[in-house]
């Protein structure tokens, strides 16, 4: 029989984290209506998580499990999970404990009433201090007003998606992905469930601010063609700028010929503004150029190096993103 839920929980070095956060969801899934399929994709871990995943495996035949041959990403781990669902509604959350299982039956409550993509909003980050809250508001803030779709702000990848909707993902070939920006490109009905995030549990942040980082370009270049458009209004502002200039040295030729404004101080700083200018445009035009890049390569999303749990034809090998 086909499960009627699919759980996706990426794993990278969880092992403090790993039998706690099973425990939590072995009790969500034990109360749940129908069969539940819970899918741990070890993204490359380098401690004993692959080893508690080959338990937790033995134990519970719900839990099944993919390992990636190196770190992917979490973005591609997700990917991975979504590859091999079952079910017909399927929930992303994360390992850590951050995103409670425990608000999993609410989001199944929100799909039975018809809603397609049910989203948890932060209300609260529990714990973090203001130099990752701030930079995390500014962020969605900003990418809400710039990307051509509407993208919900505070919202991570915890969320629920009906099968309709992975399957459309699933169809998607992108190599950058930004999974929470993706699933508002569907479209569809979508709705939201206020939570307050809780602190890790345990073992050390995995998003750095240099992933994160790296996270925001993503979702800012694959959702908005402005900073395009920016590198060609600041090139425009410039140009009308070097035009100013050029009348304010002339006249100050005639009437100030003596004026150290006339001088090169006034070049240099002409020079620098252009150049500089020139290089965050050509900076902002290389990004979206390397993932152009990226993308004509071919290259699969991921490579699996162990499968265990899948009875089909996915769990092959050879079926790799």
Not at 63 to 85: D, K
Not at 112 to 139: C, D, H, M, N
Not at 191 to 203: L, N, V
């Amino acid at each position: 029989m086909h499960p009627k839920y699919s759980f996706v929980i990426p794993v990278y070095n969880e092992e403090d984290t790993l039998r706690e956060m099973y425990r939590r969801i072995s009790a969500v899934m034990d109360r749940m209506d129908g069969l539940v399929e819970l899918i741990l994709v070890n993204d490359g871990s380098r401690d004993r998580t692959l080893s508690l995943l080959r338990d937790l495996h033995e134990k519970d035949s719900r839990l099944c499990y993919l390992s990636l041959a190196r770190n992917f990403g979490h973005q591609i781990a997700v990917t991975a999970g979504l590859n091999f669902i079952r079910g017909q509604a399927i929930v992303v959350l994360d390992a850590d404990l951050q995103d409670p299982p425990e608000l999993i039956p609410l989001l199944v409550e929100k799909w039975k009433q018809g809603y397609q993509i049910v989203y948890a909003q932060r209300t609260q980050r529990r714990k973090e201090s203001w130099v990752k809250r701030l930079p995390a508001y500014v962020f969605y803030r900003l990418l809400r007003r710039l990307a051509d779709i509407d993208i919900p702000p505070d919202t991570g990848d915890f969320c629920l998606m009906d099968r309709q909707v992975v399957d459309v993902l699933n169809k998607m070939p992108e190599r950058n992905r930004y999974i929470r920006g993706l699933r508002s490109w569907v479209g569809l009905q979508q709705t939201s469930i206020p939570y307050e995030r809780d602190p890790r549990f345990a073992g050390e942040v995995k998003y750095t601010f240099r992933k994160s980082l790296s996270l925001a370009a993503d979702g800012l270049v694959s959702f908005s063609k402005l900073p395009l458009r920016l590198s060609t209004y600041v090139g425009l502002l410039a140009a009308l700028v070097a035009m100013l200039m050029a009348v304010l040295v002339f006249y100050w030729r005639i009437v100030a010929p003596t004026s150290p404004l006339t001088g090169f101080a006034t070049i240099m700083i002409a020079i620098f503004f252009l150049g500089a200018v020139q290089l965050v445009s050509i900076g902002i035009l290389g990004e979206y150029v390397g993932r152009i890049y990226e993308e004509v390569k071919g290259r699969p999303l991921y490579v699996l190096s162990e499968v265990a749990g899948f009875n089909d034809a996915r769990s092959s090998l050879n079926d790799q993103g």
